[in-house]
């Protein structure tokens, strides 16, 4: 295991290269630079204060000499100055994490607490009136946009509930109840899709283990049908769910931008809007490259649990 | 062909779907014929009316027919989605079968680009992308585009892999076809079905995305009449004219439930092996 764990680090690391490659170059395939951007049409510039500019961001330098020397700052963490605001973009980022990460936890905890139960259910039934009604009702959420589905909700509940998303933020630390009955709303919108997607995943994987010849050993031998379902096929069927959970927490991680948006949320998704539409460049390298590191951790974190969970893979 | 296509008739989920996709290409082939008025026309007396007889959807902030906006919308959805799949699937499957055919080095370096696409979260990766191109129409459909190939080479390569050592592959190479035609003409057609499955559940997804990033202001741009766009300015009046925001998200999930049916079919019949699953 501890082999798999250190290979399955180091194997990171070029793709983490390749990201960063990535995200350094989106930046400088902008047309026309960065200091023509920010100078705009605003006034006349000397030729002689354009470079003075250039060479202030570096940018007189050869490509190759610009991405040693931000990578060279990235990997001592530091990820840049905010144009706009003048602080670190990682002090930036860390301050509004807590929220972003909150709201991604609280959407997966939703989904895995509506879509397995509900694919056990589906599973069970197969081919009954019930298993249909579910299957569409979940292809039905994985097509509601979620701005939309959030929009919508803040709209029943301003009608019906007299209730309207809090206007600022509160920690978890600060007041359990008061965070909850702000998290709770978004969590719903941004996990609905995700139970779907772990609807229809525990469904099919609990099917094909219920067709496997150690469950018919299982009945033969007389267990009862809860036992055969909860003591021998579930724990089995849900191990392919693993490395699902795994690429939700991307789809998740860009859906904080829209549901942070509707609700006003201030986390790192509405950060990254935020900085786009502020042309404020490091910032918005900044942000989505610490969102795709944690992307790729949390990959790495589900191979390894995977790993742990089924011997196959180490071994294999 | 057509007797593979008859448990597609038989099921009627994949029919509803079908229709519903229909009732979409259709109102957008025949937007300016259905649509009760012009959809960028301002009547700013008529702002903000509720749903009525002249107006089933009601009006928007300037008055404009939000019926007639949601029918022209259809166009914007349906061009962004199937432009920016084509160049998906084209430029993924081309590097897919490429990739999985030669193997060596052409196959490590696709999969190490096609790994560092995969490593960003897929509606960033699209934010990131329109961003740089600046926003609009057609640069959002290049960030989809740009963020779906990666998908259609993965599933374009597996079956490659398997395709290449069989006998009428071996025959062809054997017979001196030179590797375009070999991976053209005697692999793809066998490599198709999950391609096709990948391309009818990536345009729900691809019209999901466009409505995002228009919401967010960075797609389509007014006064084109996008849904993500029209949701986006009903937003500041949520309690005084939902129905800004009704209509148009509705008409997402009809477009997005169609393919989404569609392609959950597809799947079934095409993978024999998922059937019923």
Known sequence: MRRYVLVRTLSILPTLIGVSVAVFLMIRLIPGTIVEQMIGTEGTYSEQSMRALRAFFGLDQPIHVQYGRWLGQVLRGDLGTSWRTGLPVLQMITSRLQVTLELTLGAMLVALAVGIPLGIVSARRENTRLDHTVRVVSLFSLSIPVFWQATMLILATSLWLDWAPAVDFVSPFTSLRANLAIIALPSLALGTAVAAVFMRMTRSTLLEVMRQDYIRTARAKGLREPAV????????????LITVVGVQVGYLLGGVVVTEEVFTLPGVGRLILWAVFQRDYPLVQGTILFVSLLFMLSNLLVDLVYAYVDPRIRYG | MAEALRPLLRNRLVLFGTALILLVVLLAAFADLVAPYDPTEMKVADALKRPSAPHPFGTDRFGRDVLSRTIHGSRIALGVALSSIAIAFAAGTVLGL????????????????????????????????????????????????????????????????????????????????????????????????????????????????????????????????????????????????????????????????????????????????????
């Open chain 1, 229 to 240: 379902v909860w003591g021998h096929a579930l724990k089995n069927s849900l191990i392919p």
């Open chain 2, 98 to 277: 490429v990739g999985g055919y030669t193997g060596g080095w052409p196959d490590l370096v696709i999969g190490r680009v096609m790994d560092v696409l995969f490593s960003f979260p897929t509606l960033i990766l699209a934010i990131g992308i329109a961003a740089m191109l600046g926003p609009g129409l057609n640069n959002a459909a290049l960030a989809i585009a740009v963020v779906y190939a990666p998908l259609f080479s993965r599933v374009a390569r597996g079956p490659v892999i398997a395709e290449r050592e069989k006998d009428h592959v071996v025959a062809a190479q054997g017979l001196g076809a030179g590797w375009p035609r070999v991976v053209f003409r005697h692999i793809l057609p066998n490599v198709l079905a999950p391609l096709i499955v990948q391309a009818s559940v990536s345009l729900a997804f691809a019209i999901l995305i466009e409505a995002s990033l228009s919401y967010l202001g960075l797609g389509t741009q007014p006064p084109d009449p996008s849904w993500g766009t029209m949701l986006n300015e009903g937003r500041t009046y949520l309690e005084t004219a939902p129905w800004m925001s009704i209509f148009p998200g509705l008409a997402i999930m009809v477009a997005v439930f169609g393919f989404n049916l569609l392609g959950d079919g597809l799947r079934d019949i095409l993978d024999p092996q998922l059937r019923g699953r």
